[in-house]
């Protein structure tokens, strides 16, 4: 069973501040990999995805890697801003060959807080 | 603003009745997802229909059942539900998926929060 973890579940930091934030899986059998934010009272924003064959995605001031050999991601926040605050999600699909479980996962989340 | 509409916001409804919830895309996506989201936990996937055929259903309970009437429409109908059903329901579409996994981004509505008396 695929288990999805996210270090730490909240992190507080100044603006400006460089950040990373961690996604670790137990099954590297994955089709790709997802990290998302969330707003309070709202829906899911995607961010960045990769696919089991890239190491890394880059959109504007994050930047995401993929390990699959050693069941990691991590999400680097560059020059932090209040606005990034929000929880940040990270969810793999499963690959085709696994048929039992849930095809989707998802870590718990890191909650994160830039103060001004 | 969001590209992808859910309707209603908030449904408050009995375990005896019927609602349905609705969820529309104009983007021209072909994959459309529900999630089921309980407070300060992470979604779950319910269900992947992919070129308005179901592609995966997570062993949902029969009580919940999708409908994808076209490739702009989903829709998922609740009967009989009971109190630990009360969540945020989320709808999300994408361009495409394989096998019903996604491999393009997706894309959330705001969800409908779902009370059940």
């Known amino acids: 069973k695929q288990e999805v973890t996210q270090i730490p579940a909240a992190l507080s930091v100044p603006e400006g501040e460089n950040l990373v934030l961690n996604c670790s899986f137990t099954?590297?059998?994955?089709?790709?990999l997802q990290w998302f934010r969330q707003d309070p009272g709202k829906g899911l924003t995607s961010l960045l995805l990769?696919?089991?064959?890239?190491r890394e995605q880059t959109s504007g001031r994050l930047n995401a890697s993929l390990d699959k050999s050693s069941g990691r991601s991590t999400l680097y926040i560059a020059a932090s801003q209040p606005g990034d605050s929000a929880t940040y999600l990270c969810a793999v699909w499963r690959g085709f060959r696994e048929t039992s479980g849930s095809r989707l996962t998802f870590g718990e989340g890191t909650q994160l807080t830039v103060n001004p | 603003d969001t590209e992808v509409t859910q309707t209603p916001k908030h449904l408050v409804m009995g375990m005896t009745n019927k609602k349905s919830l609705k969820c529309e895309q104009h983007?021209?996506?072909?994959?459309m997802y529900w999630y089921k989201q309980k407070a300060k936990k992470p979604p779950e996937l319910m269900f992947v229909?992919?070129?308005?055929?179901?592609?995966i259903n997570e062993s949902v309970p029969s009580r919940f059942s999708p409908e994808c009437p076209n490739s702009s429409l989903l829709n998922l109908h609740l009967h009989a539900l009971q109190p630990e059903d009360s969540a945020l329901y989320l709808c999300?579409?994408?361009?495409?998926?394989?096998?019903?996994?996604?491999?393009?981004?997706?894309?959330f509505g705001d969800g409908t929060r779902l009370s059940i008396l």
């Open positions: 229909y992919s070129y308005e055929k179901l592609s």
């Open positions: 990769i696919q089991s064959s890239q």
């Open positions: 999300a579409s994408s361009q495409e998926s394989i096998r019903g996994q996604s491999n393009q981004p997706q894309h």
């Open positions: 099954d590297s059998a994955i089709y790709n």
């Open positions: 983007m021209g996506h072909r994959a």
